[in-house]
């Protein structure tokens, strides 16, 4: 008898063993995370990814409206994985292309194949594209726990396109390609949910500093920083909005845009509603208009008449404040000793983005730390620009990098909404507070 309750013992406490071994396996990972820094010099997002086989670390620059991630397979591509994508296959059909190279001449090499799905790269600092062959490689990637990095996990089959070598003009030292963090089928953060099962979402954190790392993370949050702070409690919510037109500088006829576009429905300058002309806020049925988000714009850019009523508001709420001369590219300047210093930088008006939703609205503030930008030891300027006769044709207000540093943004593609948390610096942290000491 004892040892029949003995042995029942030991039976149920070695079940009790194996569950428990069993929840300590690693399980599925909830996200994964890319560090970002800022380059001194071109005032790029840069991350490196590991691609190919054997996996080799590749540097690109951050564009986060871009379709899809593409790379220089002319010089050094080197993968024993690399494959190209049919003309009329899935991956080909799903990247929207309108092209096929039936036949390409000279020996095949990654980006010269026969009766490959081509499409095109684009670089907005040359304000260039090419042709480039769409292909599928082995990714590399860190996941997290929204703490710290944990293991590196590998998936193939990752859609990029081929660019040529020449595409790499005005990208910062060492970059081997863009990653397009786009709203489609081959943009990045959808083809890493469906490779790893992880929420079709992803958010980013840029750091204001040249000397730090920010992040992104792509899947589920929590998201936290030093001292221990998981910033998705803060998130505040607006939808994402459909551009039925691309906003690339080159498509095929019938893509949509593949930017992130808010909707914006007034300013306010200091609480005051700025006269503008809301119909410009509209996305209309051409494409034109509206507001998106952009990491390679580094400050906001503004519709002229826009630009103009927003500078005037903001002059005339500093009014008893002299301003300086202004430094290029700015138009409206002050000496840093006449304004006053917050938590949340400058003590200048905070300028609002009023998001207009079915229900409520929500507002984006901006405070001193994103909307001034320190041109010297002096002088801090207003930091937007006019789009003037230059401005792409389409998208009328254009949030810049400098007005997005320290705030997290979430991405939220499956539930089409942006989650944003305004300046960190109230919490008392930075995007440059991520731990990336892994942790086992
Ligand atoms: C493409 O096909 C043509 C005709 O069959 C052949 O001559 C050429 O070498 C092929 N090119 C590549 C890159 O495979
Ligand atoms: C507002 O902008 C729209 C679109 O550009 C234009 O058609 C309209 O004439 C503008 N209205 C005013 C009052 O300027
Ligand atoms: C913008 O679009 C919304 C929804 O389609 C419409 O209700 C509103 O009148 C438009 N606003 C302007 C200023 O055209
Ligand atoms: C800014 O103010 C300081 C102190 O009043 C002064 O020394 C400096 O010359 C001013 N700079 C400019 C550009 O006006
Ligand atoms: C608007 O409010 C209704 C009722 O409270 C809710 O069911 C709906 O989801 C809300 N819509 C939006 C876009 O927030
Ligand atoms: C960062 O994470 C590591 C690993 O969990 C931990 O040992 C370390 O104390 C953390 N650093 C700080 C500043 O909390």
């Known amino acids: 008898m004892v040892t029949k309750i003995n042995s029942l013992f030991f039976f149920l406490s070695l079940i009790f063993l194996f569950s428990l071994s069993f929840a300590k396996t690693p399980s599925k990972p909830r996200a994964f995370l890319l560090p970002v820094t800022k380059d001194a010099s071109t ?59 039936e036949s390409c001449v000279g020996p095949p090499s990654p ?24 292909a599928q490689d082995v990714v590399s990637l860190q996941s997290t726990d929204g703490s710290n990095p944990r293991k590196y996990l590998s998936t193939n089959g990752v ?39 992880v929420p079709r979402k992803f958010a980013i954190c840029l750091t204001s500093s040249t000397t730090s790392r920010g992040v992104i993370f792509f899947g589920d949050s929590p998201y936290v920083f030093l001292p221990g702070m998981d910033v998705s409690k803060r998130l505040v919510y607006t939808p994402l909005l459909k551009n039925p037109v691309s906003t690339s500088g080159s498509y095929f006829e019938g893509e949509p845009s593949t930017d992130y576009f808010i909707g914006v429905t007034s300013i306010k300058i200091n609480g005051n509603v700025v006269p503008i002309n809301t119909t410009l806020l509209n996305i209309t049925k051409d494409g034109k208009g509206g507001t998106k988000i952009s990491t390679v714009d580094p400050y906001t850019k503004l519709e002229t008449s826009i630009y103009n ?53 929500t507002s984006w503030t901006i405070w001193g730390v994103n909307s001034m930008v320190a041109m010297n030891n002096d002088v801090l300027c207003l930091g937007f620009l006019d789009g003037g006769v230059e401005f792409e044709p389409t998208t009328s207000i ?43």
């Open 43 to 101: 005032k790029q997002f840069v991350t490196t990814i590991s691609q190919r086989t054997p996996l080799v670390p590749v540097k690109l620059t951050i564009d986060l409206g871009q379709r899809f991630l593409w790379v220089d397979c002319e010089k050094g591509y080197v993968s024993s994985s690399y494959k190209p994508v049919p003309c009329g296959s899935i991956p080909c059909k799903r990247s929207l292309s309108g092209a096929c190279v």
């Open 159 to 197: 859609v990029f396109d081929c660019a040529p070598h020449s595409l790499l003009e005005g990208l910062a030292k060492g970059v081997k390609g863009i990653l397009g963090l786009g709203n489609g089928y081959v943009g990045f953060p959808t083809q890493l949910a469906n490779a790893f099962s």
């Open 309 to 361: 009523a927003l500078t005037k508001a903001f002059v005339k709420s500093l009014a008893k404040v002299p301003r300086v001369k202004p430094v290029a590219p700015f138009k409206v300047c002050y000496n840093r000793t006449s304004l006053g210093s917050t938590r949340v930088g400058r003590g200048v008006p905070p300028i609002e983005l009023v998001l207009g939703n079915k229900n409520a609205t």
């Open 111 to 134: 980006g010269c194949n026969n009766n490959t799905c081509s499409h095109i790269p684009y670089n907005h600092f040359i304000r260039t594209s090419t042709g480039g062959e769409l």
């Open 398 to 440: 254009v949030i810049g990098a400098h007005q997005i540093e320290d705030n997290l943004l979430q991405f939220d593609i499956a539930n089409k909404r942006l989650g944003f948390t305004s300046s960190l610096l109230f919490g008392q942290t930075t995007c440059a507070n991520f731990n990336f000491t892994s942790k086992a």
